[in-house]
């Protein structure tokens, strides 16, 4: 009976820590496409409204509407980049703990082969001196 890898507490938790790592980048990714697409539709927005004013008042309406809309598309422009910088760092912890876990699911597959082998080898042991017992009886009794 082959023996356990003796990393297997250390692997589990470094695979809990790349699927957690995993959750926070795909957050972050959804976070930034989220804000990307409020900006699109604040754009969308802004160039479906090209009515020709009637009066004054209603020109000063729609030009402190879109000073506004400036102002809220710089801030998008803002959240934007903040999320990207965020989905960045995400991803960078999340290959930093894939690169933890690779080394480990290595040397936890060349374990499994070796304790295989070594299953193998006994069996094969086994084999070989039931063989012989088999042949010496034979020749014993001849």
């Not at 926070?24 to 990714?29: E, K, N, S, W």
């Not at 933890?100 to 069996?123: G, V, Y």
Request: glycine residues 2%; neutral net charge; aromatic residues 2%.
């Amino acid at each position: 009976m082959a023996k356990l890898f003796p990393l297997l507490g250390l692997l589990r938790v470094r695979t809990v820590q790349q699927a957690q790592a995993a959750v926070v980048a795909a957050t972050a990714v959804r976070h930034a496409n989220s804000v990307r697409v409020r900006r699109q539709a604040v754009v969308d927005e802004l160039g479906r409204s090209a009515d020709t004013p009637a009066n004054p008042e209603v020109m000063m309406a729609i030009a402190a509407a879109r000073s506004s809309s400036r102002g809220m598309l710089a801030e998008l422009e803002s959240l934007i980049a903040l999320a990207d910088a965020d989905a960045a760092a995400a991803n960078a912890s999340l290959a930093e703990a894939r690169s933890k876990t690779i080394p480990l699911e290595k040397m936890e597959l060349r374990h499994r082969n070796d304790a295989f082998a070594e299953d193998l080898r006994i069996e094969q042991n086994t084999l070989d001196e039931i063989a012989t017992n088999s042949w010496h009886r034979a020749r014993a009794a001849v």
